[in-house]
């Protein structure tokens, strides 16, 4: 068994969103965990507030700028211990918010 982050990229310009949308998509992958926990491979996830930065280097000078700035971020993470890549991809494949334009990563933990 091997461990994965499966990160969710997200279109930021969405954000704020209504309430009502928001707390939908929360209760969709609160409920992915669950199933993921229920099934042993689920190791950790959470969902990651925007409100942070990004640093970068441009012309030798360090910047920082708000992550709203930016026009995709991640919106959450999930740890999972799964066979292999082609498992972990399986998995991902049930993202619950990629009808909302949400794209998923899948990359072994090293």
């Known amino acids: 068994m091997?461990?994965?982050?499966?990160?969710?990229?997200?279109d930021l310009s969405k954000?704020?969103?209504p309430e009502?949308?928001?707390?939908?998509?929360?209760?969709?992958?609160?409920n992915w965990a669950k199933d993921l926990s229920q099934r042993g491979i689920f190791k950790t996830g959470?969902?990651?507030?925007?409100?942070?930065?990004v640093l970068g280097m441009i012309k030798n000078k360090l910047t920082v700028k708000?992550?709203?700035?930016v026009k995709e971020g991640i919106?959450?993470?999930y740890i999972i211990d799964v066979e292999d890549l082609d498992a972990a991809i399986e998995i991902a494949k049930e993202?619950?918010?990629y009808n909302v334009?949400?794209?998923?990563?899948?990359?072994?933990?090293?």
Do not use: W
């Not at 091997?2 to 997200?10: D, K, M, P, S, T």
């Not at 928001?22 to 209760?27: A, F, R």
């Open 2 to 10: 091997a461990e994965f982050i499966l990160l969710i990229r997200e």
């Open 15 to 17: 954000y704020p969103m």
């Open 20 to 30: 009502a949308e928001l707390t939908s998509l929360i209760q969709a992958h609160t």
């Open 46 to 53: 959470y969902g990651v507030d925007h409100n942070g930065k």
């Open 66 to 69: 708000p992550i709203k700035d």
């Open 75 to 77: 919106g959450g993470f």
């Open 95 to 97: 993202c619950p918010t």
């Open 101 to 110: 334009g949400d794209q998923m990563e899948v990359r072994p933990l090293m």
